[in-house]
């Protein structure tokens, strides 16, 4: 067995977020498996793909975005108030019960959220359109972890089907990770899995490896920060 130790910090295309290693003489793999992800958690909870916010306001449907970044419960209730009071017609009210965990959002006159459109649902705990009121609260506590299950996606890595996200098969996974430690930490994931994935014996030139939201098939942006990985060849 071999253990190939991959630092995105010396990728060969220098990109931190979507690694490329180049490899003088090639690797013959048959099998892989994932050893250990060293992740810092630097990347947002509110980022391009999951800040929109869809809203009916004075009988015309808008869209505000959120700024991208790193938000607490209370910080964000600021944030969507700012976005929709800039974009609507009216001055909009938003706090974050740290109890309950969730927002509630109130104008003088009636407003309704529009769940087709709204990327920022999960975040802001929205669960489908909402009737027109003057204050609502959200249905679910606010989701702050920026993304609750990681995809180790290596594309030039065949996985034999071994590991299938049903309804995207085509993605080449080798491992899917639970973030369990909170933003600005750095997570250390040590698979327990002790079987290899057969992958087709392939002789490996280069290798490739996304870190990817599993809601949205993204790879995360770290902001310069740097990853490693140890994977275990046979």
């Known amino acids: 067995m071999r253990k190939l130790i ?13 690694p490329q290693w180049r490899f003088s003489t090639g690797i013959r793999a048959r099998h892989m498996r994932l050893n250990t992800l060293v992740l810092p ?19 015309t449907t808008k869209s505000a975005t959120l700024k991208e970044g790193v938000y607490s419960g209370s910080q964000l209730a600021d944030e969507v108030a700012r ?18 965990g969730k927002l509630t959002v109130s104008a003088p006159g009636t407003f309704k ?40 996606n290596i594309p030039e890595v065949s996985n034999g089907g071994a ?20 933003l600005g930490t750095v997570q250390v994931f040590t698979s327990h899995q002790p079987e290899f994935l057969d992958i087709n014996d392939q002789v490996l030139s280069e290798i490739s490896i996304r870190l990817l939201d599993s809601a949205t098939l993204k790879p995360l942006d770290l902001h310069g920060e740097t990853f490693q990985v140890i994977l275990d060849i046979l």
């Open 163 to 182: 590991v299938v996200y049903v309804g995207r098969e085509s993605l080449n996974i080798l491992d899917a990770i639970p973030i369990t430690n909170d």
């Open 41 to 59: 958690l630097s990347y947002y909870n509110v980022r391009d793909e999951t800040n929109t916010i869809v809203f009916g306001d004075g009988g």
């Open 83 to 100: 976005v929709l009071s800039e974009k609507g017609s009216q001055t909009y009210t938003a706090t974050f019960d740290i109890v309950t």
């Open 113 to 152: 959220f529009i769940s087709s459109g709204t990327t920022a649902s999960r975040i802001l705990g929205l669960k489908g359109d909402t009737s027109p009121a003057t204050t609502y609260t959200m249905p679910q506590p606010v989701d702050l972890t920026g993304t609750q299950l990681l995809l180790v």
């Open 6 to 18: 991959l630092d995105s910090a010396f990728s060969s295309n220098k990109n931190t977020s979507e």
